[in-house]
């Protein structure tokens, strides 16, 4: 992946990440099949919606960086991080390699449909934590990557609010690849073809 393709909205860059495969260094990769866009200072739910802080820092440099943060005092979510202030969480996977290390890391009475499905979860799975908050996804001298292998996004797109937030439910910048099983919960579908404006 190019730096200008995360140098744009969240909106833009979100539907364009499903099918993208995240891979780590050692082996474990899962293709991307649901994402959520937040979008900086019109986003109350988004963390930079007040401005820049300590924790938020890294939403607020270059664009293709990893933005990783805590949530519920146990869980680590990861983003990828587009035009200033503006990021993309990865909600789900579609394990494709390195399954073994996957359920070395959840657990192997964890079925391979759920090792990945869910932001937390993912995480986990792909051995992310506090660690890899700012690593550059581009260059992909850290560790992790989201590169291409060639399959497009998804023809047709499933999109609808948002979960597991407060503030901001209305916005309808959750989209997952259609009908798959690895996706983490019931999307309220709102169906558009591909390249027509989010």
Not at 129 to 142: E, F, K, M, P, W
Not at 145 to 159: H, N, Y
């Amino acid at each position: 992946m190019t730096r200008p393709f995360f140098e744009r909205t969240s909106i833009a860059v979100a539907p364009q990440l499903l099918n993208k495969i995240l891979a780590s260094a050692d082996g474990r990769a899962g293709r991307i099949v649901e994402v959520e866009a937040y979008v900086g200072s019109v986003d109350p739910a988004a963390h930079s919606y007040r401005g820049q802080t300590p924790r938020n820092a890294v939403m607020f440099g270059p664009a293709g960086h990893m933005y990783v943060y805590f949530t519920y005092g146990m869980h680590w979510c990861a983003n990828c991080v587009c035009q200033v202030g503006e990021g993309v969480l990865i909600r789900a996977l579609e394990p494709l390699h390195g399954v073994d290390l996957m359920q070395d890391a959840r657990g192997w009475g964890i079925k391979e449909r759920d090792l990945c499905r869910g932001p937390a979860r993912l995480t986990q799975a792909m051995g992310i934590t506090g660690a890899q908050n700012g690593i550059d996804l581009v260059r992909a001298r850290d560790g992790f990557a989201i590169v291409d292998d060639g399959t497009p996004p998804p023809e047709t797109l499933v999109g609808g609010p948002r979960i597991g937030i407060r503030v901001g439910v209305d916005f309808p910048w959750r989209w997952s690849v259609p009908d798959s099983r690895y996706v983490s919960g019931p999307v309220a579908a709102v169906r558009e073809s591909r390249g027509r404006k989010a």
